[in-house]
């Protein structure tokens, strides 16, 4: 700014917000640390109901399990059911809890392997899980009860003089499962496991004692101590191939109770809650807004907006998704001004103000003297 042939300093034109170009992700190791990259605000609501859209993603829990951010606003979301299923829709702050999970009983196992199809009968006729020459091969899953006591189920696995034919023995907790409920454990509960000449099951076979969906049921009594078990054990995924026992998969879906350990952010935003028994369980999902005109929305602190009528009404999703941007758990993001170019353009500008300076001294010494020769 110039008063006449003097420098009368600078002014500021104007302060504009950019938000279409993203900051540096610089990764913290916090669980609870979010950057977004893209388009997207995160929806805060403070203690007087007041929504408020910010990109800071430095947020903890409180006392209550609330998520808050550092200027103590809570963090809003998708909100789960009683049975930790997410309810799209429901927006509301993101409650953590923080209680000791109930242990679950196990009543499916998914067990999937291959028996070695060059494997002789045994050498022992009859069978005993104590003598390892009377059976081929053998595996044991952990179970639980109602009130989350572990149990075992061994499998044993004897091939007989049948082609592809095994026999298969189940013990729970060492002794023999009543597999058909007759009150006595005795040859009627041993399965009977038939392949085809792929390697597959076969349960068209005659000699086949597997249901349908290749599947066997084990009932373990345990009342009046817990609930009485029925775990369905699946072997639809089983084969018979000339190559080493291994087992690919045992997936039993009971556990024991855990209590609370910590929280674990994933990068779809949604929120787990972890247990010291290996669980994990959903608490809900990170909603993120979005304007027609972000420019326009009104600060309200260094890091949090206000919606206003030039910015348009919000529309809410999820990371990854739609127009929204990818989110970061465990970083933050920085600020998206890249330093080293504005002080390059500062120094610019300051030396355009000093050229411009110099010329109005040199035009004005010019005038002076083109006066004094009049």
């Known amino acids: 700014m110039y008063s006449g042939s003097e420098a009368g300093g600078v002014e500021v034109v104007g302060v504009s917000q950019n938000f279409e170009k993203s900051g540096t992700v610089t990764g ?27 990109r800071s993603g430095i947020f903890n829990m409180n006392a209550d399990g609330q998520i808050i951010a550092n200027n103590g606003a809570a963090l809003k979301g998708y909100s789960v059911d009683e049975n930790n299923n997410l309810m799209l829709g429901s927006v509301g702050t993101v409650q953590i809890s923080t209680a000791s999970l109930q242990a679950k009983e196990t009543d499916s196992i998914e067990f999937v392997a291959n028996l070695d199809a060059r494997e002789n009968v045994p050498t022992s006729a009859t069978f005993d899980p104590t003598d390892s020459n009377s059976y081929n091969h053998s595996y044991t899953t952990p179970v639980f009860d109602s009130l989350g006591n572990p149990h075992t189920v061994s499998q044993y696995f004897v091939k007989t003089a049948n082609t592809n034919e095994w026999n ?112 994990s369980q959903l608490q809900g999902q990170v909603v993120l807004a979005n304007f027609a005109s972000p420019q326009n929305l009104i600060k309200t602190s260094d890091t949090a907006w206000l919606q206003s009528f030039s910015s348009g009404t919000p529309v809410l999703g999820t990371a990854g998704s739609g127009v929204f941007g990818d989110l970061t758990s465990g970083a933050l993001e920085g600020s998206n001004v890249d330093l080293t170019s504005e002080l390059v353009a500062l ?21 002076q003297a083109l006066f004094n020769v009049v």
């Open 28 to 54: 913290t190791g916090r669980s609870l640390d979010m950057a977004l990259s893209g388009n997207g605000f995160f929806v805060l609501e403070d203690n007087k109901g007041q929504t408020l859209y910010t």
């Open 168 to 279: 298969l023995y189940v013990y729970v907790d060492g002794v023999q499962a009543d597999l058909d409920g007759s009150g006595t454990a005795d040859a009627a509960d041993v399965e009977t496991v038939v392949f085809g000449n792929d390697g597959t099951l076969d349960l068209a076979a005659v000699s086949s004692s597997l249901t349908g969906d290749g599947s066997y049921n084990v009932p373990v009594t345990l009342a009046p101590v817990a609930n009485n078990l029925n775990i369905n054990v699946s072997l639809a995924s089983i084969t018979q191939y000339g190559s080493d026992f291994v087992v690919s998969k045992n997936s039993p879906n009971g556990y024991t109770s855990g209590d609370y350990a910590s929280v674990r952010m994933e990068n779809d935003g949604k929120i787990y809650a972890t247990y010291t028994n290996g669980q």
């Open 347 to 367: 120094m610019t500008a300051q030396r355009n103000y000093q050229a411009n300076t110099k010329s109005i001294s040199t035009s004005d010494q010019l005038t």
